[in-house]
């Protein structure tokens, strides 16, 4: 029986319910960390995330790395066997995660109270739109919705245009990562405090995104002050944002202390805006930003990126190109840290995929393998963790239960 692979979390047993990316990426940051992560999957299909392009040879990449590290098992939550087999395996769970729509697993006989009577010491995080609780739970919900309702689209893009969607599924990859930090912080109080209880977790998508929202809420209820878009500006501090060069490309600069702001102005020759009354301090930049933003922006859009890059790097300024994933791969830096591994795969062969992030320097994590095919691990799981015999599991697949 496999018993994850080495890392902190080593011993550790999570089975993982959940569709597409939210839950799916709470359990694959604590199976980056050596957890045994073992994947329920319904039969046939699979977790819809499978169906997520772009493909290689008919195999979805974001699988391919939300996947990774953990088990593949098939089993029919729907039929009663199902529930019952579901049942057995949370004898030997420490987490379970899951994504339906509230009500869902109560509707199947597994709600917590049932669960809880198998494995007291289970801790079940429950990912969904709105919430256990409120107006709004039992409405179907995804990350779209969430970002909108958190405010985040609101704030998103320039002051002339319409607000912006992010280009990534951005709620539930940030719900996915508080729901794998409320994990811990409940196993602390089961084990690090002794408490040798489990209890449940409800996040929803909106809510982390709206805690990232650090001052909004505060601003609005002390000062009346609604956000506004403001395109890559930021309103506490100038200059900040994107600069075309004359090349075509573009380069980010921050210059929101003065110790930043003096060694960019030096290094375009513009000394005098440390004196001139629009410059001298950051209060005195941000009223005047757009004259700010002319001025850095008329000096780097003169020369080449490489060029400007080079002369404010070398001034102490902050300063770097926008990359896309091609510079990403090339980097030195990247390839120093090892950010980029390397992963074999008997599908796809060898990929390239993030690290495990974030870095423990002792018990580091590791990604050791891709995200399984459909039911890879069912004779694994099923015969080691639950002593099921061949004639049995050939039954349940018979049966469509796996």
Known sequence: MREGGPGPLAGLTVLDLANLVAGGLAASHLADFGARVIKVERPGTGDLLRQWGPYKNGVSLWWKVLARNKESITLNLTRKEGQEVLKRLVAHADVMVEGFRPGTMDRWGLSYDVLKQINPRLILATISGFGLTGPYKDRPGFGTVAESMSGFVNATGFPDGPPLLPPLPLADEVAGTFAAMAIMMALYERDGRGSGQGQVIDVSLYEPLLRLMIPHATMYDQLGMLSHRQGN????????????????????????????????????????????????????????????????????????????????????????????TDQILEDPHYQAREDIVEVPDPELGCIKMQCVVPRLVRTPGKVRWAGPTLGQHNEQVYSGLLDAKPGELAQWRQQGII
């Open 233 to 324: 500006r930021f309103s506490d501090a100038a200059p900040r944002g994107l600069y075309q060069a004359a090349d075509g490309r573009w380069l980010s600069l921050s210059a929101t202390t003065q110790g930043v702001w003096e060694p960019l102005a030096k290094a375009m020759g513009r000394e005098d805006l440390l004196t001139h009354p629009h410059f001298k301090d950051n209060p005195a930049r941000v009223k005047n930003v757009d004259e700010v933003d002319r001025v850095v922006g008329e000096w780097i859009g003169a020369r080449p990126l490489d060029e400007a890059y080079r002369v404010l790097h070398e001034a102490g300024a902050v300063v770097f190109p926008v990359y896309n």
